[in-house]
């Protein structure tokens, strides 16, 4: 079983950035993707942004596509999620999972294991 856990929320004011990370610890062979779903005040919870974990593939949704950039460093077990150009929009709590979904990973009904979220808050 994987355990995840999340850091770098925080608040931010409109077009600043922020890079949130996702530690992996624990059996790390079982997933296809990894990577970072959202859910806001009232909102449903959305996929953000996935990498594949056989050969990096990305995934982006289209409100983070230019804006958001994933990645993972394999030697520390660590994926990323550096986010550029904040909006009030992307305030939400971000959660680290993993998927095993090939055919929409981003899909956020699908996730087998979760962090416990890290909050990002971007307000002027």
């Known amino acids: 079983q994987v355990q995840l856990v999340e850091s770098g929320g925080g608040f931010v004011q409109p077009g600043g950035s922020l890079r949130l990370s996702c530690a992996i610890s624990?059996?790390?062979?079982?997933?296809?993707?990894i990577g970072w779903f959202r859910q806001a005040p009232g909102k449903e919870r959305e996929g953000v942004s996935v990498i594949t974990q056989k050969d990096g593939r990305t995934y982006y949704t289209d409100s983070a596509k230019g804006r958001f950039t994933i990645s993972r460093d394999t030697p520390k077990n660590t994926v990323y999620l550096q986010m550029t150009n904040l909006k009030p929009e992307d305030t939400a709590v971000y959660y680290c999972a993993t998927t095993s979904y090939h055919w929409y990973p981003l899909d956020p009904t699908q996730p087998d294991a979760w962090g416990q979220g890290t909050l990002v808050t971007v307000s002027s």
């Open positions: 624990g059996s790390t062979l079982d997933y296809y993707a």
